[in-house]
């Protein structure tokens, strides 16, 4: 039977602190479960309704919930009815690499949902290098993993200086002010600079970007979203260097 202690413990990893702390995440829905137990993540409790269980049964530590249970440690309005806890990586799993066709570099991407759709998006085009700097927002928070829908398992995120590791690179930015895009010339290795949504690309960051990128549109909206942003830039990145 599983302990109000165990319970209470979920509920604290909704908040980050509580993630630090303990070097823990929880996952929640069917499909990110799944994602998550096929990974490399060290999965520690799967909790579940009766709705799911069989289906995670034969998996150690799965616990039983009652819906009303379950609902105290959801993070969501309408409770997916099956969540997971995890470890966090280590610093020393995600190890920055020189040689990756296209990385992916977020410069104060503060919003939850846009990260993990990059995440997603990255993950579509097989980009599996992604840094993020100190302004973006938490990787392990609970919109940023429900967004990435399972991508968040097969992609390398971790925190760095951009401008430091932008130095000497070939890298490229979006900017309203760029070259357009289909006359840029893209040369692997690649580092495309998303920025963020409000701001765009910090004046420290665009001092070490060689490239600046416009998406041409019909001017007819004042900016694009980050996320979407991101994703025309990769389309455009991966079409090129295949």
């Given at each position: 039977m599983t302990s109000f202690h165990s319970l209470k413990h979920i509920k604290s990893l909704h908040f980050s602190k509580f993630r630090q702390k303990y070097s823990q995440f929880i996952i929640?829905?069917?499909?990110?479960?799944?994602?998550?137990?096929?990974?490399?993540y060290e999965v520690l409790d799967i909790f579940a309704t009766k709705r799911y269980y069989s289906s995670f049964e034969g998996h150690a530590n799965v616990h039983l919930l009652s819906d009303k249970d379950y609902a105290t440690i959801s993070q969501f309005k309408t409770p997916a009815g099956i969540l997971a806890s995890a470890k966090i990586k280590g610093d020393e799993e995600?190890?920055?690499?020189?040689n990756e066709r296209i990385t992916l570099l977020l410069d104060g991407v503060s919003d939850?949902?846009?990260l993990g759709t990059l995440i997603r998006t990255a993950d579509w085009f097989g980009i599996t290098?992604?840094?993020?700097?100190?302004?973006?927002?938490?990787?392990?928070?609970?919109?940023?993993?429900?967004?990435?829908?399972?991508?968040?398992?097969?992609?390398?995120?971790?925190?760095?200086?951009?401008?430091?590791?932008?130095d000497g690179k070939n890298s490229y930015g979006a900017f309203l002010n760029g070259d357009?895009?289909?006359?840029?010339?893209i040369k692997s290795p690649a580092y495309i600079v998303i920025g963020s949504e409000s701001h765009?690309?910090?004046?420290e960051v665009e001092k070490h970007i060689k490239?600046?990128?416009?998406?041409?549109?019909?001017?007819t909206a004042e900016s694009l979203n980050a996320s979407i942003a991101g994703g025309i830039l990769m389309h455009a990145f991966f079409t090129k260097l295949i």
């Open positions: 929640e829905g069917l499909k990110s479960v799944d994602e998550l137990i096929h990974s490399d995600h190890k920055i690499l020189d939850p949902g846009n290098q992604i840094i993020g700097n100190e302004s973006c927002a938490d990787f392990y928070n609970h919109k940023t993993l429900s967004a990435t829908m399972g991508s968040f398992t097969r992609v390398n995120y971790k925190r760095g200086d951009l401008a430091q590791l932008l357009e895009l289909s006359k840029v010339s765009g690309i910090s004046i490239n600046k990128v416009f998406i041409p549109g019909a001017n």
